[in-house]
């Protein structure tokens, strides 16, 4: 999880859909596979 702390409070993340089309992208482009990236939101703060 992506903008969750150790304890698993959100805390969000910035930018998150710029984050929605970078990290599946580079996932691809360094390791040949297409991963699966989701959007949450909880106490109006987002998380991937």
């Known amino acids: ?20 089309e970078d990290i599946p992208s580079k996932v691809q482009s360094q390791l040949g596979i297409v991963a699966y990236v989701d959007l949450k939101s909880d106490g109006g703060r987002e998380y991937l």
């Not at 999880?1 to 929605?20: A, F, S, Y």
């Open 1 to 20: 999880m992506i903008g969750k702390n150790d304890t698993g409070e959100v805390v969000g993340v910035k930018n998150p859909l710029r984050l929605l």
